[in-house]
């Protein structure tokens, strides 16, 4: 067709062209459709990894929270484990939900981290159940509630009840019903043996310082009342005042002693010492005891030039202790042989004094160095105030390291054996940080 009209030709171009724009603006369409698309799930995606970076964010920050806090629960563990005292956490519904080690060795409570036990299957003291019941029904928060109890122990070789100082603390839980109750029992038991054991000690203490001045105080009223009517007599009152006296004197001193080796404040001057020269000054000043008796000693010390290191008075009072004990519990016309020999091995030298007395009874050789203990069957033969072993048990043990022992038999009679260390001949001796406190 012509004459201002479109040809078939170019009608049909013209269609191709409008097709091919359609073509190209649906293309773009699409295009920009899954651009779009594209675009939302790249933020999806990007959001998608912050959340996913938020979430490791806090996983770690909980893992550090947890870790830091199973640190602490570890410390609190490893310190109520330390303790002593026994320890028991219950829960609102009265189950152990924690326990230290000596809770779980005394009473068998199962161990922290173990499932909770209803505490009346644990504890079968009832008193002690309902203690802690009470305290969880009527107490307040952190209110502290102290009682004494008595409980006997399923521990093995405890079987007798023991005396408890029982702490009850009600701790209340915000976020839940109900209260906590920690539980701390400690054990009076050795608090109740050191105080009787003060009690007895001062009571033994104030005996022995009364009869030497009771006997002082009735010989000088004596005097005062003219009932010594001549010199003789007077001299003799005399007599018996200095020698109580001197008998008190060696009392305080004894305890003197004793306390300042106990406190560390003993004056300590180790020194090498030849063994024979104690022995022989012992033997001198104890020798005209034994004559009295009359008592024969034999020194044997095979090695003239044995020595020890120790302090040269302080080893004398023990020897000499040890002596005068053998001669006043010996019969007249017993023996007394004095022996000192060294131990290469164990590089010691020891000290034996054994006589032909008396002897100890088995049952009374555990308490022979307790301050003031004295044989019963023994008392009637000679006067003391039994502190002397006490102070030479403190001596040799206490203060030089060494070693003291006793062995007897009942008519057989004793041997003291005395342990110290040995010392080299040419060594001086420096006193140790012990003795210059």
Known sequence: MTDGGLTSTEWVTAAA???????????????????????????????????????RDEITDLTVRQRVAENRRHQIEAVLNSLRDLVLVTDPYNEVVMANRSATDVLGVAASGDPACPLDQVVSDQELCRLITDTREHGTGHEYRHVEHSLRLPEPGRGEEVVFDVALTCVEEHDREGACVVTVLHDLTRERELAQL????????????????????????????????????RVEFYRIIHGEADRLGRLIDNLLDISRIEAGTMDVRPEPLRVCDVIERAVQTIAPQAEKRPITIDVRVPDPDLRVEADADMLLQVVLNILSNAVKYTP???AITVHAE?????????????????????????????????????????AGSGLGLSLCDHIIETVHGGRLAVESQVGAGTTVRIGLPVAFAGRRGTAPEWGAR
């Open 17 to 55: 062209i409008a097709a091919g724009l359609l073509a190209l603006v649906a293309l773009w369409l699409v295009e920009r459709r899954r651009r779009c698309e594209i675009d939302r799930l790249r933020r999806e995606a990007d959001r998608a990894a912050e959340r996913a970076e938020a979430q």
């Open 342 to 382: 060294g131990q290469e091995l164990e590089r010691r030298v020891e000290i034996s004094v054994a006589d032909t007395g008396v002897g100890i009874p088995a049952a009374a050789l555990p308490r022979l160095f307790d301050r003031f203990y004295r044989v019963e069957d023994c008392k009637h033969m000679a």
């Open 198 to 233: 003060k009690t007895d000690f001062v009571a033994k203490a104030s005996h022995e310082l009364r009869t030497p001045l009771s006997s002082i105080r009735a010989y000088v009223e004596m005097l005062i009342d003219g009932e010594a009517p001549d010199d003789a007599t």
């Open 332 to 334: 007249p016309g017993g």
